[in-house]
């Protein structure tokens, strides 16, 4: 292909031509977006606000496993990976309960490649519905003294659990199974 375009002159994207004038516009306008987002202090916390307090404690080399609808979007724009494959997440496929085995399959490769004592700290960042699915598989990070941090974003569901007005309905009808569900997970307890 490079040699087809070399053919035909091509002499690639001029840097300060209009693609790229719009591209750094509409990240410099993203970052803004972030920016803002993360400084809108409430209760609870949105996922910007969440990020920003979490993305200061994980190490510059730290592997990063993101997983969840909003948790794993929202993630892949605002922590910073820096060196190549230190991020895994579930993809484009709507994929849900890989993160926990991800984050041991990482810590497990970078512990047996690394022959000194410092080990490469792993952080899987998962939603409370990605955890669900797998989040027992601690126990065999925890067995094995693997170096992961696990942090759950328990937002009641996937995309924020039910839908306001639905949610209003439930309450009022008071049912009972779906109201107890409400309830939010108190995940450092389990």
């Known amino acids: 292909l490079s040699d087809a375009l070399c053919d ?7 840097p300060l031509g209009n693609w790229w004038s719009t591209l750094r516009n509409k990240i410099d306008y993203n970052t803004k977006l972030s920016q803002s987002l993360a400084s809108q202090e409430s209760v609870p916390m949105n996922f910007y606000c969440a990020y920003k307090q979490i993305t200061d404690y994980i190490p510059r080399d730290a592997i990063v496993v993101n997983e969840g609808a909003n948790t794993m979007d929202i993630g892949r724009t605002v922590v910073k990976t820096h060196f ?17 085995g991800f984050a041991i399959a990482a810590a497990l490769y970078t512990t047996s490649l690394n022959k000194s004592k410092k080990q490469t700290p792993v952080y899987c960042i998962q939603g409370d519905s990605a955890f669900g699915f797998s989040g027992m598989e601690i126990e065999t990070a925890y067995r094995y003294k693997l170096p992961i941090v696990f942090i759950i ?38």
């Open 153 to 190: 974003m328990n937002n009641s569901g996937i995309y924020q659990g039910l839908p306001r007005e639905l949610y209003d309905d439930i309450m009022k009808n008071e049912d009972p199974f779906i109201k107890k569900r409400q309830n939010p997970e108190k995940y450092p307890r389990l």
């Open 8 to 14: 035909i002159g091509f002499k690639g994207v001029d």
């Open 84 to 100: 190549p494959r230190h991020r895994l997440d579930a993809g484009t496929f709507g994929t849900m309960g890989v993160g926990t």
